[in-house]
T-cell receptor
Framework: EPEVTQTPSHQVTQMGQEVILRCVPI?????FYWYRQILGQKVEFLVS????????KSEIFDDQFSVERPDGSNFTLKIRSTKLEDSAMYFC???????????FGSGTRLTVV | GQNIDQPTEMTATEGAIVQINCTYQ??????LFWYQQHAGEAPTFLSY????GLEEKGRFSSFLSRSKGYSYLLLKELQMKDSASYLC????????????FGKGTRLHILP
């Protein structure tokens, strides 16, 4: 069964450093999303991406965040200058048109120290 | 605004049936999801209800009442592997819209 692949599975970074989280969505999917989940809390929406542009973003997704689909397969989330409170699991998700089934990647656990 | 409420924790016995309730109040509503999430893992899709009524899928069933802003997930013949968090979530505009999650119900299965 096709999967959404995320790398790395775990990233530790120092406060103030830039991180790039990578996702390879399922090939025929057109809608892409990033969510995050702080330990013990609910899954929160960050940003949605369709047709090579952001379609919606949440209040969490401030100027420190950006997304890109540089080569038609990878979908990246960049955090420019990480803060301690950015420590969370970051999930990429995608789904094809005319379908209700979102598929989530296995996540990247980001730890900011 | 949006509010999605579900119990924080529930406990049930292996082989039994458990019903996890969810109520929602959102500005706009398209459909309601149930996801299963094991600790440290990604959410996995269980069901998506758009119309009122019950949808059955193996041991799991999901019910929706749009007029009452209410849904439940019914798990039958519980197995130890069903120990997980169950996330109620909605999208508001259309099937491509972002998902808004509740805080999840942690289900403990006792032998």
């Amino acid at each position: 069964e096709p999967e959404v692949t995320q790398t790395p599975s775990h990233q530790v970074t120092q406060m103030g450093q830039e991180v790039i989280l990578r996702c390879v969505p399922i090939s025929n999917h057109l809608y892409f999303y990033w969510y995050r989940q702080i330990l013990g809390q609910k899954v929160e929406f960050l940003v949605s991406f369709y047709n090579n542009e952001i379609s919606e973003k949440s209040e969490i997704f401030d100027d420190q965040f950006s997304v890109e689909r540089p080569d038609g397969s990878n979908f990246t989330l960049k955090i420019r200058s990480t803060k301690l409170e950015d420590s969370a699991m970051y999930f990429c998700a995608s789904h094809p048109p005319l379908s209700n089934g979102y598929t989530f990647g296995s996540g990247t656990r980001l730890t900011v120290v | 605004g949006q509010n999605i409420d579900q119990p924080t924790e529930m406990t049930a016995t292996e082989g039994a049936i458990v019903q996890i309730n969810c109520t929602y109040q959102t500005s706009g509503f398209n459909g309601l999801f149930w996801y299963q999430q094991h600790a440290g893992e990604a959410p996995t899709f269980l069901s998506y209800n758009v119309l009122d009524g019950l949808e059955e899928k193996g041991r799991f069933s999901s019910f929706l009442s749009r007029s009452k802003g209410y849904s439940y997930l019914l798990l039958k013949e519980l197995q130890m592997k069903d120990s997980a968090s169950y996330l109620c979530a909605v999208n508001r505009m259309n099937r491509d819209d972002k998902i808004i999650f509740g805080k999840g119900t942690r289900l403990h299965i006792l032998p």
